[in-house]
Each structure stands twice: as C-alpha cells, then as structure tokens.
C-alpha cells in the first residue's frame, strides 16, 4: 500500500491555490492530484513525496487534511489495461470505494484505488501477473 494525502477544501475560488502554495511554500512536490466535488467541500486526494509532513503543514495551516492508505498498480497504458486490473478485482470480490488514474509514460498508468478490507490483495496481484506500486516508488520515507 502507498500513503494519499486526503484534503477537504471549502467549495471557494482560490482554495486549491492556496492549499497547493501551502505545499510549494513547504517543500513538499506533488506527483497526482485528483478532485471531486459535493455542496460544500472539495475533497482532494493526492500523491506527494512526503505525506505526512504535506498533512502536516496543511494542518499548520487551518486545513483538514489526513494520510490514507491505497492501493497502487501499474498497468500496460494501452485500452482495456484499467479494464482489465478492476476484472480481477471484482473477481477477488474487492469493494473499491474510489479510484484515479495517471500516466507515467507511453507505456505505464498507475491505477490508485481506496479498497475496503483484504489485506492481502498486493499479494494476490503479484501472483496474477500485476506490479502494485511499493511506497518508495512513489515518495520519500519519512
């Protein structure tokens, strides 16, 4: 499992600038960002190569932020590369609660999926042929 950064922000102009430099300022670099919205908040949910220190300098600074754990894989970047990895998900009877997606190159997306429970699903990856992503792979240990 890799860590995420989760951030709630007001649903107001300028905030995920605000909440970004609040990060730049920190040192911190971020590497995906995904944003969804409801009536009145913003969740942010992002990859960065320090988590817990990016959590705790929006803390600092009067946001609600949190580390979640999730599930990385890489997949061929090609059609039916996602299709495929969330097939055996199912068929491992895995409830995914939430997931995006970026691409690393040509060749390579990863795939960041919120999956409740199975402790054991990296494991069951690795055996199906799948590479799910290590921690530091994505960020700095800290």
Do not use: W
């Not at 649903?11 to 409801?38: F, P, S, V, W």
């Not at 995914?96 to 429970?117: M, P, Q, R, T, W």
């Amino acid at each position: 499992m890799i860590e995420q950064l989760t951030v709630f922000l007001e649903n107001e102009k300028g905030r995920l600038a605000a909440a970004c430099q609040t990060l730049a300022d920190a040192g911190i670099n971020m590497h995906a960002l995904n944003l969804a919205d409801t009536a009145d908040f913003g969740v942010v949910r992002m990859l960065c190569d320090t988590p817990e220190a990016a959590s705790g300098a929006l803390k600092a600074a009067g946001y609600r932020a949190a580390v979640t754990p999730v599930l990385g894989v890489r997949v061929p970047n090609v059609p039916g590369g996602l299709a495929r990895l969330l097939s055996f998900m199912d068929e491992q009877e895995a409830n995914i609660e939430y997931g995006y997606c970026f691409s690393v190159n040509d060749d390579v997306a990863i795939d960041v999926l919120k999956v409740d429970g199975d402790s054991g699903i990296e494991e069951k990856l690795t055996a199906a042929g799948f590479e799910p992503v290590r921690p530091e792979d994505i960020y700095e240990l800290d």
